[in-house]
């Protein structure tokens, strides 16, 4: 009799993984067929389900992606536009200088003789490289700028500076991965044209059109200059 009822457990409970299996799949493909949808039609569809279904099941997904003859880098371009899609309103009205700007050290000149404090690299305007055309461009718009190495000085630039919105470049993969970690900022990410650890490239174009999109031209009223007024997250 216990037998019976340990084979008959046993039975019910792999056809549950079977159906949570099933429906995992379909959930992994239809995400993958909204996301081809707005990476080249320009349509979003359901922004939640997508960011959900790549956020819990990010590393799950990719697998996926590959398994079905998809290159796995689509899921990352899908996260980084979903998101520049759903931060997109959000971000048009924030200030320059609630606003930053985060770009990677990999865009840097090979012969870079930039030195590295806690925030990063400290530019020396050699105009060697886009780094310095960028960070000057940010700065005089009124955006603080950073050159980071890596994910750590990015937590350290969230605890020591306040601000509303990130603009970000990055590969796909940290860009995605960044933007999820500052899902509570609204945040607009450039893909780099060519990653990699050195002389990697960015559509500079394309970076000053997002320092463009905020809300910069705007006259500031008594209220927007008065700090003790600003919410910061």
């Not at 995605?176 to 650890?197: E, H, I, T, Y």
């Amino acid at each position: 009799m216990i037998d019976m009822t340990i084979s008959a457990f046993y039975q019910i409970f792999g056809q549950i993984v079977l159906v949570a299996g099933i429906l995992l799949l379909i959930l992994l493909s239809v995400t993958l067929i909204l996301g081809r949808m707005l990476i080249e039609k320009d349509r979003l569809v359901f922004p939640k389900l997508l960011l959900f279904t790549m956020d819990v099941f990010y590393g799950l997904f990719k697998k996926f992606a590959e398994n079905v003859g998809v290159d796995a880098k689509i899921v990352d371009n899908i996260g980084v536009e979903v998101r520049n899609k759903v931060n997109e309103k959000d971000f048009k009205i924030i200030e320059p200088d609630d606003t930053i700007l985060v770009l990677p050290h990999c865009l840097r000149h090979t012969e870079c003789e930039a030195k590295l404090d806690s925030s990063g690299l400290v530019c020396e305007n050699c105009n060697r490289c886009v780094i310095g055309v960028l960070k000057n461009k940010g700065e005089q718009m009124g955006y603080k700028v950073f050159i980071i190495p890596g994910s750590t000085f990015l937590t350290k630039i969230v605890e020591k500076n306040r601000f509303k919105a990130v603009i970000g470049v990055a590969c796909f993969q940290d860009l995605n991965l960044a933007m999820m970690k500052l899902s509570n900022f609204s945040c607009q990410g450039v893909p780099l044209l060519r990653d990699g650890c050195v002389n990697t490239k960015v559509d500079s174009r394309a970076v000053g059109v997002k320092l463009k999109e905020a809300k910069k031209l705007a006259p500031k009223s008594s209220c927007s200059q008065d700090p003790d007024k600003r919410g910061y997250f």
